[in-house]
């Protein structure tokens, strides 16, 4: 399993972009073989299958990358070999000092490779004269320009279906924890049970960090596309509402820390403990009613009147317990404040 992850991706490529790769490498090649006729035009055809990018954007910025590393490959190649002659070692050298170069301009490391393979590739073809350089410079911004063209006319890619998707478990998972919490808090527990209560109100970490990547991907996406418009309000959508949600993450696994550090087994006969664990209830309600912005046919049918309205009432705990009451009436404020803003 370690040896094929190296090679193998966990999903596959959407057959789409493989399909527009094609397009764009064969369109490539039969254009710049007929502007500029003469050598195979190799140069156009990998510039062409490069740029085409899971995004608009993306594509631009590898066309971007693409360019400057060839021309300042060629530019290399075509200097040593008019120096220096064409051998082998002089390629050797072009490459060397292809990277060299790279190195000191501190480009990334793709743009770094690309200049190296581009010396290299202008020098074992074995042509090196001034007008074969620009005849290779031109045939990349040829093939970089129609992988842009067809990635972004030939449906362009729109990730916001992942942004939901994501989202979407966010809001049932944190729903699902407070829902559990409240249980707990009108029942007794046991150490195991505490523990796994912990365990699973953990997992709203990594899932809001997903959501927040799922969406950053989704508005990366749209840059420069053309479908765009009719994407953009979605997505400032599910962005409002992960910051809505993900205050709230903090507060329910803070809640779930302090219950677990206070816990005792008369916990549950507190009149006000009882209160919190309804009005959480009502949270977990409103947290679901929420997160329809995500999703659209939600299966588990939601009053769509916000719960969290009636007035918590608070009567003098043990003293054992106000601190633990304290810190909980205080997460439900501030968890009320952030469903209730709007």
């Known amino acids: 399993m370690g040896i094929t992850s190296t090679f193998r991706a966990t999903k596959r490529v959407p057959i789409l972009q493989v399909l527009k790769s094609a397009v764009a490498t064969i369109a490539a090649w039969l254009v710049a073989g007929w502007l500029i006729p003469g050598p195979l035009p190799v140069f156009a055809a990998i510039a062409a299958l ?8 993306q594509s631009l910025g590898k ?14 190649a075509t200097a040593i070999s008019l120096a220096l002659g064409l051998s082998m070692w ?34 074992a073809l074995g042509a090196s004269s001034p007008e074969y350089a620009v005849d290779r410079v031109l045939e990349t911004l040829i093939g970089a320009a129609i992988g842009i063209v ?27 924890s407070v829902d559990r919490l409240a249980d707990a808090l009108e029942h007794r527990r046991s ?32 840059t420069l ?34 219950f677990a550090d206070h816990y005792d087994d008369a916990l549950h006969e507190e009149p006000t403990v009882r209160a ?29 009147t916000p ?10 705990p043990r003293s054992g317990h106000w601190i633990l009451v304290g810190s909980l009436m205080e997460d439900l404020r501030r968890i009320r404040e952030e469903l209730v803003a709007e």
């Not at 960090?209 to 989704?218: E, L, P, S, T």
């Not at 659209?296 to 769509?304: D, G, I, K, V």
């Not at 719960?307 to 003098?316: E, N």
């Open 150 to 176: 067809v990635n972004a006319l030939i449906v362009p890619p729109v990730a916001v279906a992942p942004a939901r998707e994501q989202l979407a478990r966010l809001g049932g998972e944190l729903a699902a």
């Open 307 to 316: 719960a969290l309205t009636s007035a918590l009432v608070v009567s003098p």
């Open 191 to 222: 150490a195991a049970e505490l523990g796994a209560l912990m365990i699973e109100v953990r997992l709203l970490r990594p899932m809001r960090d997903a959501a927040d990547v799922a969406i950053d991907d989704g508005e990366e996406s749209l």
């Open 50 to 57: 490069l740029v085409v990018q899971p995004s608009v954007n």
């Open 276 to 304: 919190i664990a309804e009005q959480l209830r009502r949270v977990a309600h409103d947290v679901r009613l929420a997160a329809r912005v995500a999703e659209p046919e939600p299966e588990a049918p939601t009053a769509a």
């Open 225 to 258: 596309n053309p479908r765009r418009s009719a994407h953009r309000e979605e997505l400032v959508r599910l962005r409002d509402l992960l910051g809505r949600l993900g205050p709230i993450v903090t507060q329910v696994i803070g809640m779930t820390r302090a």
């Open 63 to 76: 066309a971007v990358e693409r360019s400057i590393g060839v021309i300042l490959g060629v530019l290399v």
């Open 90 to 123: 002089i390629i050797l050298l072009a490459i060397v000092v292809a990277m060299l170069i790279a190195w000191a301009l501190k480009m990334t490391p793709a743009t770094a490779n690309q200049v190296a393979i581009s010396a290299m590739l202008v020098l």
